[in-house]
């Protein structure tokens, strides 16, 4: 089974400083790897997706990812943050269990953007 | 964009009695549905996975006879917890697999507090 693993599980950082979420997962078959965002009390809105192609994935609020298939990595990053990036990110990867597929999750990362 | 529409956004319910928590994909078909759990500062844990017209999959651990899931059409799923106990307080995630290939589209959460 797949496992998901989030190195960090709390990062503060200061407004417009870069930042990068870590991310590694377990299986060296082939994957499609995601990354989500959640803000407080609310459901899990995508961020960005590796499906296959380009190995560097981009969101439309400055966000990316790189998949990196040696290291079995998937890490966030953004060059400057916004106060408003301040919220959970979870990585996940899809896995085939069953005949069906489904999503796992690492244990997520909690950014802070401070002033 | 695809809408995954999860109701009631919080619920608040006596111990014994039961809970009923839909979640609908509003613009696109979903067969296959999934249910998570997710305790604070924790990452989501999967429940089951339902597929349209079939008995939902339970993950190993979860009492099916308390999580009753049914997904009677290809835009609704309803997740009841039955004879609900303080230890069921959670805040509890629908996702649909859906619009896109290899897409999940989450709904807004609920957030079920039994006193």
């Known amino acids: 089974a797949q496992s998901v693993t989030q190195l960090d599980s709390q990062v503060p950082v200061f407004e417009e400083a870069p930042v990068e979420l870590r991310c590694n997962y377990s299986s060296s078959v082939s994957v499609y790897l995601f990354w989500y965002v959640q803000y407080p009390n609310q459901g899990l809105q995508l961020l960005l997706k590796y499906l296959s192609g380009s190995t560097l994935v981009e969101s439309i609020n400055g966000f990316e990812a790189e998949f990196n298939k040696s290291q079995t990595s998937f890490h966030l990053r953004k060059p400057s943050v916004h106060i408003s990036d301040t919220a959970e990110y979870f990585c996940?990867?899809?896995?085939?269990?069953?005949?069906?597929?489904?999503?796992?999750f690492g244990k997520g990362t909690k950014l802070t953007v401070n002033p | 964009g695809a809408v995954v529409s999860q109701h009631p956004s919080w619920v608040i319910c006596k111990s014994g009695t039961s809970v009923k928590i839909e979640c609908r994909s509003l613009d696109f078909q979903a067969t296959t549905m999934f249910w998570y759990r997710q305790f604070p500062k924790q990452s989501l844990m999967l429940m089951a996975t339902?597929?349209?017209?079939?008995?939902?999959?339970?993950e190993q651990g979860v009492e099916k006879d308390k999580f009753l899931i049914n997904h009677a059409s290809l835009t609704l799923s309803t997740l009841t917890v039955t004879s609900a106990h303080p230890e069921d307080s959670s805040f509890y995630i629908c996702?649909?697999?859906?619009?896109?290939?290899?897409?999940?589209?989450f709904g807004s959460g609920t957030r079920l507090t039994v006193v």
């Open positions: 996702s649909a697999s859906g619009p896109y290939n290899y897409g999940y589209t």
């Open positions: 996940a990867v899809s896995e085939l269990q069953g005949g069906s597929e489904k999503l796992v």
């Open positions: 339902s597929n349209e017209g079939s008995k939902a999959t339970y």
